[in-house]
């Protein structure tokens, strides 16, 4: 090749020659082959240089010089392959297994650290010498150009096209023999180093925090500028910093060797792995602080102090070495870092700045969204990893990646089986609350409540614990997060009132100026929004409209709060309702008066009980009667309390035929006659199963006090004439059936008061137990006090529950499609509906009432036209708003 | 409790029960022949579309013709008709029973 290549480039040359000159030039190549080789060999020594450039002179003089590069290049090139190169891999053969990297031993690092010097240090030297052999050529052949003619010399380019074919030559023997393990030695190395720095820094900042306190305000205020200057500041002694110039000097080193983006790519992946273990460490399980400003603080301590010295430190050594070749990576140092002492931060800098800070906020982002579900469900203590958060997801924009895990976690932990009603609804709220901070329009809400809700939609008690939850105060969740006594209601009203005067101030300065700020401050919703939706501004989020949104309608709320509040009335034996007045006026507030009217009568009723009691009781002492008369059992009208009820305005109440003690009905009767007297012409009608009584049963050794229904009392006292009965007997002389009897008799055998037989005939045979059998289920000794309130053992309810209602109405529903013809009916709500737009209930039925008295006549009550009208509303011909129905359109 | 001493006559054996404390319930109604108001069709134990509350609130009246209304509707009717109002059922002269 060498041949054949002299043999173009020379051709002319070659035709002059003679025998002679062949000879002569055959002698003086050989001679310069020998000097090249034993000056690349000479290990530094230049002793063989004046042989060398006569040699080359003669060359040149023959017209052989590019050969004479290619050749001396060539030649070179076979050396540091030779020598350096595999010298230089050689220092790291010790590495080659992973497993001595991960060992995490100081003397090791120490080993690293300095196998890496020296051979980096060697290898340097030795590219510098012949960096210095190819000076020589050049001048050599610089000197030969120019007795050859005066005005042609060794041109720059030329000699910077030399330069940089050496350095490729260079880079491409080592990439070429480069040790797969390499890149992890070398980010072993740096992150060793950076470890090292960072406790360095660590100390140093607790030593500088004392004198930094004060003027830490303005350091947040100035913002990024003035971090820098505080960098600079500390420049001074992290510049001198042996540390900072051993790893300047490595990534110099391996810089001129070309690896450039390897360098960097081992700091900058030592740089993620520290500043992710930083994060890990800071944030790790802890949501109770704010993490973020310590994070960025770090950054600036740590990682940025280290990219600013190594950065200066190159700048400077750059400005007196050759730039280094090889490609750069977008985040290599820019040569303008060497201007960063002029005030502004240098380019490269700021953009590690940037990305470190991005790392970060991903890193706390990814952190904070995998344990989602733990931060929400100790919301109000973990705010502050929820602000955290959201100032991640501003910066990074991966809102989807949080919708996506949390629904994920939300139906692996949540929405299973195991899960209480309760809890489900609590976590709601919570992300519901935790979620407004984080996206205040409430888009993402809305993808991540769908599954709850679906999800909630699906359980049968879900109406009854949201209605529990809003009154009850912490919702039967014991260990939900303790504001205890403190229902969601008030919650709400409290967050309510703050938005109420909020929305004020925004009416108030409502004038041109503002409009046109709020104008300017308009942002586009997010692309996940559903357009459908509506605009941001009608999507601020409600609480209670999501939740009501679980069930679908206000009405079956307000229904179902209607019932748990009659259960509750009905079983006070006092008429201390303070607590649920207050309920009913948090909850008229948020669903209107209308709708919570029958709540209010009921409640109302409870005051004119109590009122009228007194009323009777007061009468009573007036005419000062003989007391003893009738408290034939120790029972005077006295120790009679009655609830009256409007009974119109009650959900539908369970009347079960009892009898009770015949001194009590007597009692009974007595009191309406009183209340007929005071209140006439309004009479009572006594729902005799409904109630309470506190009794106490007085044994030979013991006496026990119980409160119970009415029904259990009359079973009782049954017993005090006649010790043992049949169940048949018995349900007779009470007056139920005898399934009820037997159902409700299990209160007392529980207690131990009875005994049940079964005798011959089948019959049930109930015995009062005289002689306490000590067999501990009664707990309870002479004198002691059983306070029992039997009607939760049993589960029976007084009122019926909405869905027996609902039940009801559905039978209702159909069968009156049935019998009254139902496009009858429809037609002529279809044609009221159409005359007077929109009607309420009452008026559709007394309308009918009045007007559809033909064939079908109207002849159903309210109830039932309602369970109508809701079908009509289920199959969407009608729509009901605040009570009134409508045509749908 | 008050009478635990009259207990023991009652009781054959040694065993009573005492009811210390009967709390009842019950629910009123208006003593009327008929359920609902002639004028506005609500129940009586309901009370007028005017009104929020039944019972005291909203009261019923007896008319000499013994029809009773709720008393804030035949007000409204006995106002409307001049010089003399009749009873909307019966059509005889409205007079309230005293």
């Given at each position: 090749?060498?041949?054949?290549?002299?043999?173009?480039?020379?051709?002319?040359?070659?035709?002059?020659?003679?025998?002679?000159?062949?000879?002569?030039?055959?002698?003086?190549?050989?001679?310069?082959?020998?000097?090249?080789?034993?000056?690349?060999?000479?290990?530094?020594?230049?002793?063989?240089?004046?042989?060398?450039?006569?040699?080359?002179?003669?060359?040149?003089?023959?017209?052989?010089?590019?050969l004479?590069v290619?050749?001396?290049?060539?030649?070179?090139?076979?050396?540091?392959?030779?020598?350096?190169?595999?010298?230089?891999?050689?220092?790291?053969?010790?590495?080659?297994?992973?497993?001595?990297?991960?060992?995490?031993?100081?003397?090791?690092?120490?080993?690293?650290?300095?196998?890496l010097?020296?051979?980096?240090?060697?290898?340097?030297?030795?590219?510098?010498?012949?960096?210095?052999?190819?000076?020589?050529?050049?001048?050599a052949?610089?000197?030969?150009?120019q007795?050859?003619?005066?005005?042609?010399?060794?041109?720059?380019?030329?000699?910077?096209?030399?330069?940089?074919?050496?350095?490729?030559?260079?880079?491409?023997?080592?990439?070429a023999?480069?040790?797969?393990?390499?890149?992890?030695?070398?980010?072993?190395?740096?992150?060793?180093?950076?470890?090292?720095?960072?406790?360095?820094?660590?100390?140093?900042?607790?030593n500088?925090?004392?004198?930094?306190?004060?003027?830490?305000?303005d350091?947040?205020?100035?913002?990024?500028?003035?971090?820098?200057?505080?960098?600079?500041?500390?420049?001074?002694?992290?510049?001198?910093?042996?540390?900072?110039?051993?790893?300047?000097?490595?990534?110099?080193?391996?810089r001129?060797?070309?690896?450039?983006?390897?360098?960097?790519?081992?700091?900058?992946?030592?740089?993620?792995?520290?500043?992710?273990?930083?994060?890990?460490?800071?944030?790790?399980?802890?949501?109770?602080?704010?993490?973020?400003?310590s994070?960025?603080?770090?950054?600036?301590?740590?990682?940025?102090?280290?990219?600013?010295?190594?950065?200066?430190?190159?700048?400077?050594?750059?400005?007196?070495?050759?730039?280094?070749?090889?490609?750069?990576?977008?985040?290599?140092?820019?040569?303008?870092?060497?201007?960063?002492?002029?005030?502004?931060?240098?380019?490269?800098?700021?953009?590690?700045?940037?990305?470190?800070?991005?790392?970060?906020?991903?890193?706390?982002?990814?952190?904070?969204?995998?344990?989602?579900f733990?931060?929400?469900?100790?919301?109000?203590d973990?705010?502050?990893?929820?602000?955290?958060?959201?100032?991640?997801?501003?910066?990074?924009?991966?809102?989807?990646?949080?919708?996506d895990?949390?629904?994920?976690a939300?139906?692996?932990?949540?929405?299973?089986?195991?899960a209480?009603?309760?809890?489900?609804?609590h976590?709601?709220?919570?992300?519901?609350?935790?979620?407004?901070?984080?996206?205040?329009?409430?888009?993402?809400?809305e993808?991540?409540?769908?599954?709850?809700?679906?999800?909630?939609?699906?359980?049968?008690?879900?109406?009854?614990c949201?209605?529990?939850?809003?009154?009850?105060?912490?919702g039967?969740?014991?260990?939900?997060?303790?504001?205890?006594?403190?229902?969601?209601?008030?919650?709400?009203?409290?967050?309510?009132?703050?938005?109420?005067?909020?929305?004020?101030?925004?009416?108030?300065?409502?004038?041109?100026?503002?409009?046109?700020?709020?104008?300017q401050?308009?942002?586009?919703?997010?692309?996940?929004?559903?357009?459908l939706?509506?605009?941001?501004h009608?999507?601020?989020?409600d609480?209670?409209?999501?939740?009501?949104?679980?069930?679908?309608?206000?009405?079956?709320?307000?229904?179902?709060?209607?019932?748990?509040?009659?259960?509750?009335?009905?079983?006070?034996?006092?008429?201390?309702?303070?607590?649920?007045?207050?309920?009913?006026?948090?909850?008229k507030?948020?669903?209107?008066?209308?709708?919570m009217?029958?709540?209010?009568?009921?409640?109302?009723d409870?005051?004119?009980?109590?009122?009228?009691?007194?009323?009777?009781?007061?009468?009573?002492?007036?005419?000062?009667?003989?007391?003893?008369?009738?408290?034939?059992?120790?029972?005077?009208?006295?120790?009679?309390?009655?609830?009256?009820?409007?009974?119109?305005?009650?959900?539908?109440?369970?009347?079960?035929?009892?009898?009770?003690?015949?001194?009590?009905?007597?009692?009974?009767?007595?009191?309406a006659?009183?209340?007929?007297?005071?209140?006439?012409?309004?009479?009572?009608?006594?729902?005799?199963?409904l109630?309470?009584?506190k009794?106490?049963?007085?044994?030979?050794?013991?006496t026990l006090?119980?409160?119970?229904?009415?029904?259990?009392?009359?079973?009782?006292?049954?017993?005090?004439?006649?010790?043992?009965?049949?169940?048949?007997?018995?349900?007779?002389?009470?007056g139920?059936?005898?399934?009820?009897?037997?159902?409700?008799?299990?209160?007392w055998?529980?207690?131990?008061?009875?005994?049940?037989?079964?005798?011959?005939?089948?019959?049930?045979?109930?015995?009062?137990?005289?002689?306490?059998?000590?067999?501990?289920?009664?707990?309870?000794?002479?004198?002691?006090?059983?306070?029992?309130?039997?009607?939760?053992?049993?589960?029976?309810?007084?009122?019926?529950?909405?869905?027996?209602?609902?039940?009801?109405?559905?039978?209702?529903?159909?069968?009156?499609?049935?019998?009254?013809?139902?496009?009858?009916?429809?037609?002529?709500?279809?044609?009221?509906?159409?005359n007077?737009?929109?009607?309420?209930?009452d008026?559709?039925h007394?309308?009918?009432?009045?007007?559809?008295?033909?064939?079908?006549?109207?002849?159903?009550?309210?109830?039932?036209?309602?369970?109508?009208l809701?079908?009509?509303?289920?199959?969407?011909?009608?729509?009901?708003?605040?009570?009134?129905?409508?045509?749908?359109? | 409790?008050?009478?635990?001493?009259?207990?023991?006559?009652?009781?054959?054996?040694?065993?009573?029960?005492?009811?210390?404390?009967?709390?009842?319930?019950?629910?009123?109604?208006?003593?009327?022949?008929?359920?609902?108001?002639?004028?506005?069709?609500?129940?009586?134990?309901?009370?007028?579309?005017?009104?929020?509350?039944?019972?005291?609130?909203?009261?019923?009246?007896?008319?000499?013709?013994?029809?009773?209304?709720?008393?804030?509707?035949?007000?409204?009717?006995?106002?409307?008709?001049?010089?003399?109002?009749?009873?909307?059922?019966?059509?005889?002269?409205?007079?309230?029973?005293?």
């Amino acid at each position: 090749m060498e041949e054949s290549s002299s043999s173009m480039c020379n051709f002319s040359v070659l035709e002059s020659m003679n025998e002679k000159s062949i000879g002569e030039m055959e002698d003086s190549w050989n001679a310069f082959c020998l000097a090249t080789e034993a000056l690349h060999g000479a290990d530094g020594d230049l002793s063989f240089a004046s042989d060398f450039v006569a040699h080359v002179r003669v060359l040149c003089s023959l017209g052989l010089e590019s050969l004479i590069v290619e050749h001396f290049l060539c030649s070179m090139e076979e050396t540091f392959e030779k020598n350096g190169a595999s010298k230089f891999w050689k220092h790291f053969d010790a590495y080659t297994n992973p497993a001595v990297l991960e060992m995490d031993d100081a003397d090791q690092q120490q080993e690293l650290q300095d196998v890496l010097h020296r051979a980096l240090e060697e290898l340097s030297s030795d590219k510098q010498y012949q960096e210095k052999c190819l000076l020589m050529l050049v001048h050599a052949l610089d000197m030969c150009r120019q007795i050859k003619s005066k005005e042609q010399t060794y041109s720059d380019a030329e000699r910077n096209h030399l330069f940089s074919k050496y350095q490729l030559t260079v880079f491409s023997v080592l990439m070429a023999s480069l040790p797969r393990h390499f890149p992890d030695v070398l980010q072993w190395y740096f992150k060793g180093r950076l470890e090292e720095l960072s406790a360095m820094m660590a100390t140093n900042c607790e030593n500088e925090n004392g004198l930094q306190e004060n003027d830490g305000m303005d350091l947040d205020y100035k913002g990024r500028e003035m971090d820098i200057d505080e960098t600079h500041h500390q420049i001074a002694n992290l510049g001198n910093n042996k540390l900072i110039r051993n790893i300047g000097v490595v990534v110099r080193d391996l810089r001129n060797l070309g690896f450039t983006s390897m360098a960097e790519d081992a700091y900058a992946s030592a740089i993620f792995l520290l500043l992710k273990a930083k994060v890990h460490e800071l944030a790790g399980d802890e949501f109770r602080f704010s993490v973020l400003e310590s994070i960025k603080g770090w950054i600036q301590a740590v990682p940025l102090q280290f990219l600013h010295a190594l950065l200066a430190y190159l700048g400077d050594s750059k400005s007196n070495e050759s730039p280094a070749s090889g490609q750069k990576s977008p985040l290599a140092s820019h040569p303008s870092s060497r201007y960063y002492r002029t005030g502004t931060p240098p380019e490269g800098l700021v953009r590690w700045q940037l990305r470190l800070e991005y790392f970060a906020y991903e890193t706390l982002q990814d952190l904070r969204i995998a344990k989602l579900f733990e931060i929400i469900v100790d919301y109000p203590d973990s705010s502050p990893a929820i602000e955290d958060l959201k100032q991640c997801l501003e910066y990074t924009g991966q809102h989807t990646k949080l919708v996506d895990s949390f629904i994920a976690a939300l139906k692996y932990r949540l929405l299973t089986a195991g899960a209480s009603t309760t809890d489900i609804l609590h976590q709601y709220v919570s992300t519901i609350k935790a979620l407004r901070t984080i996206d205040p329009a409430g888009v993402f809400l809305e993808a991540v409540g769908e599954p709850i809700r679906e999800y909630l939609r699906g359980r049968k008690d879900t109406i009854k614990c949201i209605v529990t939850m809003l009154t009850d105060g912490a919702g039967g969740n014991p260990s939900g997060p303790g504001n205890t006594g403190d229902s969601l209601l008030e919650e709400l009203n409290r967050d309510e009132e703050n938005q109420e005067n909020s929305s004020l101030d925004d009416d108030v300065n409502t004038d041109d100026k503002q409009t046109w700020i709020n104008a300017q401050n308009w942002e586009p919703d997010p692309v996940e929004a559903d357009p459908l939706k509506g605009g941001r501004h009608r999507r601020k989020v409600d609480i209670l409209a999501m939740i009501v949104g679980i069930i679908g309608s206000k009405d079956q709320l307000v229904n179902e709060y209607r019932v748990m509040l009659a259960e509750k009335l009905l079983n006070k034996s006092d008429y201390d309702i303070d607590s649920e007045i207050r309920t009913l006026e948090l909850l008229k507030i948020h669903f209107g008066e209308s709708s919570m009217q029958k709540c209010e009568i009921m409640l109302n009723d409870l005051i004119d009980s109590k009122r009228t009691n007194t009323n009777i009781k007061a009468t009573i002492k007036q005419q000062s009667q003989p007391v003893p008369d009738i408290g034939d059992e120790g029972l005077s009208l006295e120790d009679l309390n009655a609830t009256i009820i409007s009974s119109n305005f009650w959900p539908p109440i369970q009347d079960e035929p009892l009898n009770i003690p015949g001194a009590v009905d007597q009692l009974l009767s007595d009191y309406a006659n009183k209340f007929n007297e005071i209140k006439t012409p309004r009479k009572l009608l006594w729902k005799k199963n409904l109630g309470t009584v506190k009794l106490e049963l007085q044994f030979e050794d013991r006496t026990l006090q119980f409160s119970v229904t009415p029904l259990h009392a009359s079973i009782i006292s049954q017993f005090q004439d006649q010790t043992s009965w049949t169940s048949k007997d018995l349900a007779a002389a009470v007056g139920v059936p005898v399934d009820i009897l037997n159902r409700r008799i299990y209160f007392w055998i529980n207690k131990g008061i009875l005994a049940e037989s079964v005798q011959d005939s089948g019959d049930h045979k109930f015995t009062l137990v005289d002689v306490l059998v000590e067999d501990g289920r009664t707990g309870v000794n002479n004198g002691g006090c059983e306070e029992l309130l039997a009607r939760d053992e049993d589960g029976e309810s007084s009122v019926a529950s909405v869905e027996d209602q609902l039940r009801k109405e559905m039978t209702v529903y159909e069968s009156t499609k049935i019998v009254m013809k139902k496009q009858i009916l429809q037609k002529f709500i279809t044609g009221m509906l159409t005359n007077f737009g929109s009607m309420a209930l009452d008026r559709i039925h007394n309308t009918l009432k009045m007007f559809c008295i033909g064939d079908p006549p109207y002849d159903k009550s309210l109830q039932q036209l309602q369970s109508f009208l809701g079908g009509l509303v289920a199959e969407e011909r009608l729509e009901l708003r605040d009570g009134m129905y409508f045509l749908k359109k | 409790m008050a009478a635990s001493a009259s207990s023991t006559k009652v009781s054959t054996n040694s065993t009573a029960s005492d009811f210390c404390r009967w709390h009842a319930v019950a629910s009123w109604t208006w003593d009327a022949q008929d359920e609902t108001c002639g004028i506005c069709r609500m129940a009586f134990d309901g009370c007028c579309p005017d009104c929020k509350l039944p019972g005291d609130d909203c009261p019923l009246i007896w008319g000499s013709c013994n029809h009773a209304f709720h008393l804030h509707c035949i007000l409204k009717w006995v106002n409307s008709q001049t010089p003399q109002a009749h009873c909307p059922m019966c059509r005889r002269e409205w007079q309230f029973k005293g």
